[in-house]
């Protein structure tokens, strides 16, 4: 039989698996439970150890909303807070803390959402979020579905549910390459090679080195978060939700005390990186500019850092992902380019791999396709 990409229930046993996943973030290991949910025989591999800070999706927390500045996104939003309630079903464990969130903006803001509503009036927004400092001038979208995910707990329980569906994750295994066989691909790693059906590409700042076609359409940045000590009253639910505060530095964003991690605080923009370098901590002038803002933001706050983090963001012009199976090599699935904000999508995009690698349309990812892009 020949095989093809669209063979829903293609395999072969000479095959060392069925699909070969690459890199174990979140997408990845979202990636490697879903396909192991459905019976495939997966091999992740991951080129650092665990616990290892040198990608995109370590640290305890992130944000999730359903305030998108496009309605393109509305439906993969969906998915993606129908997955996590799949996933703390499956885990047993509290994944999301609902806080709500505002979202201050000058001039118009482009989000937008079911439940989102715009609030121009101050009094009504300090109601809203009384820990929140809007700017004067400033409006802001209000997600009252926005919150919190525990990240970490969130990563251990996609890796927990691979491994109990036969996956195997390995850490430390770097590959150097891959190639498409006709039949299939086969990965080459330091440790040996390994073929396969299919291959999913979940690299974060490493897709390009990987798919050298996808590179031009890649900027990895530095960004800096910190994160101050939990159980301070003005930085938890109800005074304090989820936000983001437009500002000339750059889009300021802050994670509430939920669940006793501490506020957060960042900015989305920070100076390209090259990914074999590890992230330079951040200096005491930026941890001090960080603390300024988060200052600004939540008045009151002792902002005091518990914990002050580098990572990477993989970007693309237009903050859209870059998800799908590539034109001359369709046995390959890439989740790519999360931009900053792909944590939240994580279980939805594994789902996505997967029936990406089972032949399953997915038109919903159009707009974020490798198609779309000429790929």
Known sequence: ?????????????????????????????????????????????????????????????????????????????????????????????????????????????????????????????????????????????????????????????????????????????????????????????????????????????????????LAPLFEVWRILTVTVRAGQPVGMPPRLGAFSVDRPEGLVFGIPDAGGNGVKIGVDAGPRWDPEEPQAPPSRREVAELRELLASCVPGLDTTPVEAAACLYTMTEDRRFVIGPLADAPEVVVVAACSGHGFKFGPALGDAAADLCDGVPRPDLDFVSTARRGF
Not at 118 to 147: F, I, K, N, Q, S
């Open 1 to 213: 039989m020949t095989r093809r990409a669209n063979d829903t229930n293609d395999t072969n046993s000479a095959n060392d698996a069925d699909v070969v996943v690459i890199g174990l973030g979140v997408h990845g290991s979202a990636a490697a439970a879903s396909l192991a949910r459905r019976g495939r025989r997966v091999i992740a591999l991951e080129r650092f150890l665990p616990g290892h800070a040198r990608g995109s999706s370590h640290g305890r927390t992130r944000m999730i909303r359903r305030a998108y500045p496009h309605p393109a996104w509305n439906g993969l939003v969906e998915r993606a807070f129908a997955a996590w309630a799949a996933l703390e079903a499956e885990s047993g464990q509290r994944l999301v803390r609902r806080t709500g969130g505002l979202y201050a903006h000058r001039g118009t803001s482009r989000l937008q959402g079911p439940g989102c509503e715009t609030v121009d009036d101050p009094a009504e927004l300090a109601r809203r979020m009384p820990g929140l400092a809007v700017p004067e001038g400033y409006g802001a979208v209000h997600d009252p579905a926005a919150g919190v995910i525990e990240a970490a707990g969130a990563l251990a329980a996609l890796r927990r549910a691979a491994l109990a569906h036969g996956a195997q994750l390995r850490h430390g295994a770097r590959v150097r390459g891959w190639e498409p066989t006709g039949a299939g691909v086969r990965v080459a790693t330091d440790d040996g090679v390994l073929t396969a059906a299919r291959l999913v590409i979940a690299a974060g700042s490493w897709s390009g080195a990987l798919v050298p076609s």
